[in-house]
C-alpha cells in the first residue's frame, strides 16, 4: 500500500517539476504533415502553431478532438497567423494566452473584495442601487395620472423656446404627473433613479434642466439628454429650494427628495415624495437612509 502511495506523490511530483518549465497551448491537435515530428495546434481559426513532440512535456486530452500539450520553455516552434499584405509584422514570438482559459479563480477567507471598475466613483448610473426595502408606515409607490405631455427633446433649447419656458417653475405636482418610469430617449443604465425623474421634471416643463446648467455633470446618450446621477439631481434641489426638512412628514405638500447612505451606496438616490397622499414617484424608496427634502 505505501509503495503505491509512493509511487503516486513520485508521479505527481515529476508531473509538477515538469509544468514549472513549461508554456500551455490549447487547440485542436493533428500530426503535421510539412515538418515531420511535429505536432499542430490549431488554437483558433487565425492562429496555428507547430511544435516538435520532443519539446512536448505533457499532452492532455480536453474533448473528442482537442488537447493541451505544455510545451518546454524556450524552445522554437512555428507559429502561423492570418496577416494583410502590406501590414506591419511583429517579430517577437508571444504566446496568445488570450485564448486560454485561466483557472477558476478561488474564493478563499481574507482575500479583497473585487472592486467595480469604474473610470470615477462619480458613475453611480452604471451600478445598480441595493433593493429598496419594504417597511411599515413608508409611502407606496405612485404613478402617473395623466398622460405625459411630449416636449421638445433636441439641443439647443434657447433658440426654439421662449425664455418665459425657462423662468416658470411648474408646482411640484406637475412633476409627479408626468412620471413615466422610463426615459423619452428609450435608455437605461443599472440605476435609473435620477435618469427617471429627470425624465419627469422636464417632460413637466423644469427646461432649466437641459444643458447648460452648472449642476449637472453627467446626461444620458440620446437626444433627450436626461441627467442621469442622484448626486447632480441633489445639487440641483439644494438651488432651487426655499423649504428644507430631514423627516418626511405627511400631509406637508409635495417635496424633492434626495436620500443618502454612503456606506451602502455612495451615489445616493432621489425621488418625488407627495407627503398629502403618502405617494413616491420614483425607482424607488430608502427610509432608513439619511433625508434631504426640498421644497419650492
Not at 90 to 109: C, G, K, Q, R
Not at 129 to 153: C, H, N, V, Y
Not at 230 to 250: G, N, V
Request: proline share 9%; net charge negative.
Amino acid at each position: 500500500m505505501m509503495k503505491g502511495q509512493e509511487t503516486d506523490l513520485s508521479t505527481l511530483l515529476e508531473r509538477a517539476s515538469k509544468r514549472s518549465s513549461t508554456i500551455p497551448f490549447e487547440g485542436y491537435g493533428k500530426e503535421d504533415r510539412n515538418v515531420p515530428g511535429n505536432l499542430l495546434i490549431v488554437e483558433s481559426a487565425t492562429t496555428v502553431y507547430s511544435f516538435a513532440n520532443s519539446d512536448i512535456m505533457e499532452k492532455e486530452q480536453i474533448g473528442e478532438d482537442r488537447i493541451r500539450v505544455w510545451v518546454r520553455a524556450g524552445s522554437n516552434a512555428f507559429r502561423m497567423s492570418r496577416m494583410s499584405a502590406g501590414e506591419p509584422q511583429s517579430s517577437s514570438f508571444t504566446v496568445a494566452m488570450e485564448n486560454i482559459a485561466p483557472p477558476t479563480a478561488p474564493d478563499l477567507p481574507g482575500m479583497p473584495r473585487r472592486a467595480n471598475g469604474f473610470t470615477t466613483v462619480e458613475q453611480m448610473e452604471h451600478l445598480a442601487p441595493p433593493a429598496p426595502p419594504d417597511l411599515p408606515g413608508m409611502p407606496e409607490s405612485g404613478r402617473a395620472s395623466i398622460q405625459p405631455m411630449p416636449l421638445p427633446t433636441t439641443f439647443p433649447l434657447p433658440t426654439t423656446l421662449p425664455p418665459a419656458w425657462f423662468t416658470l417653475a411648474p408646482p411640484l405636482s406637475a412633476v409627479g404627473s408626468h412620471w413615466a418610469a422610463s426615459c423619452m430617449g428609450g435608455d437605461t443604465y443599472a440605476n435609473n433613479c435620477a435618469h427617471y425623474l429627470s425624465d419627469a421634471f422636464m417632460r413637466a416643463g423644469y427646461l432649466e434642466l437641459y444643458p447648460p446648467n452648472a449642476h449637472i455633470n453627467a446626461r444620458c446618450g440620446t437626444s433627450a439628454l436626461r441627467p442621469i446621477r442622484a448626486r447632480d439631481m441633489w445639487s440641483w434641489f439644494r438651488s432651487k429650494a426655499t423649504t428644507t426638512s430631514h423627516a418626511p412628514t405627511a400631509g406637508t405638500g409635495w417635496w424633492a427628495v434626495f436620500q443618502l447612505k454612503e456606506a451602502v451606496y455612495w451615489g445616493g438616490h432621489v425621488a418625488l415624495l407627495d407627503s398629502d397622499s403618502w405617494r413616491y414617484y420614483g425607482t424607488g424608496w430608502y427610509p432608513n437612509w439619511d433625508q434631504y427634502l426640498y421644497q419650492w
